[in-house]
C-alpha cells in the first residue's frame, strides 16, 4: 500500500479496545483494536510505540481514523 503514513501511538486502553496516534503532520487518528495488524490474539498498542498505518474515513461525523496498523 502506498498510501501508508507513520505516526507514534498518543494513548491505547486495552479494556476499551481504541486509543489515538499521533500523525507526523496532521490531527490525531482514532485507532480500533480490530485495524491492528499481526499474529498475536491480544491486539494492542502502547503508548509511545511506533506505528505505520493508512488514514482512512471513519464513520460519518467521526473523521479519520488509523486502518491497516502495524507496529515498527
Known amino acids: 500500500m502506498s498510501d ?6 498518543k494513548w491505547f486502553d486495552r ?6 496516534i499521533i500523525q ?11 485495524a491492528i ?3 498475536h490474539a491480544l491486539k494492542q498498542l502502547i503508548t509511545g510505540q511506533s506505528v505505520s ?3 482512512a474515513e471513519g ?3 467521526k473523521g479519520m481514523q488509523a486502518e491497516h496498523v502495524e507496529a515498527l
Do not use: S
Not at 4 to 9: D, F, K, L, M
Not at 24 to 34: A, D, R
Open 4 to 9: 501508508r503514513q507513520t505516526g507514534i501511538v
Open 15 to 20: 479494556a476499551k479496545g481504541y486509543g489515538f
Open 24 to 34: 507526523t503532520q496532521g490531527p490525531e487518528l482514532f485507532v480500533h483494536h480490530k
Open 37 to 39: 495488524k499481526g499474529a
Open 53 to 55: 498505518y493508512v488514514a
Open 59 to 61: 464513520r460519518p461525523g
